[in-house]
Structure formats: structure tokens, C-alpha cells
């Protein structure tokens, strides 16, 4: 596996909308509720799969995307984005970060960085009592999420967590289905 070669790009853009105090892509929500429920950090670790997501320029010709965390002693998360090259089965790549969570956020929120000192929102919207499906996205509406422990749940399975997402407002028409090799 090769160092994420989009970290540097996802720094360098990250950095240039904060210093220019503008956001990234359309917005494709703009009301981002709050959290759902709260989130045991625990329970939220291991690995995700991405089902899908709002187009960005750091994502950008990624399938097989995977999100890896692990809980730290000291109550942060390291966190491993991982991205195949043009397909499922292409060269893979890894970004390192951590996050921290937000104070009074029951968990659901979080900040995390890929390059310090930079931070964005993570904010689990929805989840699943059994932490095996998530819903992410961020205050401005900007950037988008659906997680799964299963690589491929099935289209019908997808359609649901599709559905959920529209029902807190997301737009439909900038998803983009990843897709992850088959189990």
C-alpha cells in the first residue's frame, strides 16, 4: 500500500477553503440536522465501507473505499481512509488522521485531521442500533457519507439508507454510488 497521494491534495485544499473562508462543492443539504443519536465510541470503531457519498476533489476517481478507526488511550481516534485507484480492485492508498470528539456532542461528533493543523466535522447524523450502518456529513451540507460494515449489502439495503439520507435532507441528484469489490 502507498502513502494516500491525495492527503497532500486534501491538505492543500482543505487549508485554501479555510484560509479563503470558502467551502468546497455544491451544497447539497442546507440543513444538516443534528446528530440522531448519540454514538459509544467503541462500538464505532473497526472497519467501514463506503456505499456512498457526495463527489469531492480529494475522493476523486476512489472506489473500494474503506475508513478504519481505533480507539487511542487517550481518547482520540486514529483514523485510516483508504481508496482504490479507478476501481475496486486498483492500487490502494492510505491516508492517516485522527479525530477528536466534539464536547457535548454524545460522541456523534467529531473533528478530524489529515493535516495539522487543519480540522473538519464529522458528524454522525444516523446510525443503526447494531453500528452497522452510518450516516455521515458535516454543518454545511458540503460533504456526505453512507457507511457500512458490509462491503455490498444489496441494492435494496442501499435504496434504505438512500431513503434515510433524503429524509434529512440530503440531495439525490450529487450522490455517487462507490463501488467496492465483491464479497
Known amino acids: 500500500m502507498t502513502i ?4 497532500g491534495t486534501l491538505a492543500l485544499a482543505v487549508a485554501a477553503m479555510l484560509l479563503a473562508g470558502c467551502a468546497a462543492g455544491p451544497v447539497g443539504n442546507r440543513a444538516v440536522p443534528e446528530p440522531a443519536k448519540p454514538v459509544e465510541l467503541e462500538r464505532y470503531m473497526g472497519r467501514w465501507y463506503e456505499l456512498a457519498r457526495y463527489e469531492n ?23 485510516v481512509n483508504t481508496c482504490r485507484e479507478g476501481s475496486p480492485g486498483g492500487e490502494a492508498s492510505a491516508a492517516d488522521g485522527h479525530a477528536t470528539v466534539v464536547p457535548d456532542s454524545n460522541g456523534a461528533k467529531l473533528k478530524v485531521s489529515f493535516f495539522w493543523p487543519f480540522y473538519g466535522d464529522y458528524w454522525v447524523l444516523d446510525r443503526s442500533q447494531d453500528y452497522e450502518w452510518a450516516i455521515v456529513g458535516e454543518p454545511e451540507g458540503r460533504f456526505f457519507w453512507i457507511l457500512s460494515r458490509d462491503p455490498t449489502p444489496g441494492q435494496a439495503v442501499l435504496d434504505q439508507h438512500l431513503q434515510r439520507a433524503r429524509e434529512l435532507g440530503y440531495d439525490m441528484s450529487l450522490v455517487r454510488i462507490t463501488r467496492q469489490p465483491p464479497t
Open 4 to 7: 494516500f497521494n491525495r492527503a
Open 57 to 79: 476533489r480529494f475522493e476523486r476517481g476512489c472506489e473500494g473505499v474503506t475508513a478504519d478507526y481505533s480507539l487511542r488511550p487517550d481518547g482520540t481516534v486514529d483514523v
